[in-house]
């Protein structure tokens, strides 16, 4: 079995236990990041689903009809994104070894691209203000990039 999450004609298949690893990489990340309240209040009703079994790895996700909100749509791009950066800075999961990370890394930016352009679909030319960005904006600003 494995969990698909989809928007319109795109969709991301991973299996349970990647499903379940991103998660939990997520929502380290998402305890580190500066959050609003309404988007912590998202983060927290997703992590009770889970804890409640009324969301589960081999689950099928759609985009439109769980994430229907924008903002939803643009906090789990940003997180997702967050979290690929979290892996390859080793921040998040098993550091004994590194065989999964490229992986990891990879369904992270699959998950924040296909969110990304979910909140496109309402607003055009959005993009999250990732830490990646943030970092890139004060490199080129100090003369660095």
């Known amino acids: 079995m494995a969990t698909v999450i989809s928007f319109g004609e795109r969709h991301i298949q991973l299996s349970n236990r990647h499903f379940s690893n991103l998660l939990e990489f997520t929502f380290a990340s998402a305890d580190v990041?500066?959050?609003?309240?309404?988007?912590?209040?998202?983060?927290?009703?997703?992590?009770?689903?889970?804890?409640?079994?009324?969301?589960?790895?081999?689950?099928?996700?759609e985009i439109e009809e769980d994430f229907p909100a924008t903002d939803q749509q643009k906090l789990w791009a940003r997180l997702f994104a967050d979290t690929a950066r979290a892996i390859f800075r080793r921040e998040v999961g098993a550091q004994s070894n590194t065989c999964w990370q490229a992986r990891?890394?990879?369904?992270?930016?699959q998950l924040s691209d296909l969110f990304v352009h979910a909140a496109q679909h309402s607003e055009k030319g959005w993009y999250p203000q990732t830490k990646d960005q943030i970092e890139r904006a004060g490199l080129s600003k100090s003369g660095a990039c």
Do not use: D, K, N
């Not at 500066?34 to 996700?61: D, W």
């Open 104 to 109: 990891a890394i990879t369904q992270a930016m």
């Open 33 to 61: 990041a500066s959050l609003t309240s309404a988007e912590a209040q998202e983060v927290h009703r997703f992590e009770e689903g889970l804890e409640s079994g009324q969301i589960f790895p081999g689950q099928c996700f």
